[in-house]
C-alpha cells in the first residue's frame, strides 16, 4: 500500500505566489511530486481542476481527447505559459503576443 498525503502551499519554487488554496503539493510514499495548481472550471459548473507537469484531473467528467461535444469546449484549450498555464481561445493559441498574464 502507498501512503498518500497532501498540503496547501502558497509559493512553489517555480511558481509565482497565489492566494491559499491555489496550489496543492502531494507526497506519494514519501516523495513530493510536482505542485498541483488548482483552478476552477470554465465551464462554470462549480467543478474544479488540478493541472500539474505530470496531468490534469478534474472533478467532473471531461470530454475525449479530440471531440467536440460543444462550443465552449471546442474553442478553448489549455496553454502553458512562462507564469503557469491558462486557458485561450483556439483562435488566440498560435499567437505569441504576451497578455496581462505574461
Known sequence: RIELKWRFVQRPLDLPA????AYIRITVGGRDVPTYVVRRSP????????ESCWGVYASFDLAPRGSVTSPMTSRRRLRRTRNGTRWVNVD????EEPDEDG
Open 18 to 21: 497565489r492566494p491559499e488554496g
Open 43 to 50: 465551464n462554470g459548473n462549480w467543478g474544479f481542476i488540478l
Open 92 to 95: 488566440d493559441s498560435d499567437s
